[in-house]
Nanobody, 122 residues
Framework: QLAASGGGLVQAGGSLRLSCVAS????????VGWFRQAPGNERKWVAA????????IYADSVEGRFTISGDNARNIVYLQMDSLKREDTAVYYC?????????????????WGQGTLVTVSS
């Protein structure tokens, strides 16, 4: 239902843009979030956007480096990642179908999909 893409190998300090596309349904103006999971670690929330009013929020670890944006009409959400660090290495997942107050809680999302791997080298 959700397809994340755009991952790859990048050097520290570089940039990548991830995309999240909804197929078979729309985002419906609800919130869309990005999570990431590094090897051996639990999945952690990264950023979210409430498509109804374009409110965005970020985890402290990515604030000022990552930018989330979206187009509700086209059912696509982006995560622009700049000034990447080695610790940003992870599989990134997009999830959708919640409201802003719950965006940091994975269990509150209704839809999710396969992730995309981001590897940041030194």
């Amino acid at each position: 239902q959700l397809a994340a893409s755009g991952g790859g190998l990048v050097q520290a300090g570089g940039s990548l843009r991830l995309s999240c596309v909804a197929s078979g349904r729309t985002f419906g103006g609800y919130a869309v979030g990005w999570f990431r999971q590094a090897p051996g670690n639990e999945r952690k929330w990264v950023a979210a956007i409430a498509l109804r009013d374009v409110t965005t929020i970020y985890a402290d670890s990515v604030e000022g480096r990552f930018t989330i944006s979206g187009d509700n009409a086209r059912n696509i959400v982006y995560l622009q990642m700049d000034s990447l660090k080695r610790e940003d290495t992870a599989v990134y997942y997009c999830e959708a179908g919640t409201v802003l107050r719950w965006v940091q809680v994975q269990s509150k999302y209704r839809y999710w999909g396969q992730g995309t791997l981001v590897t940041v080298s030194s």
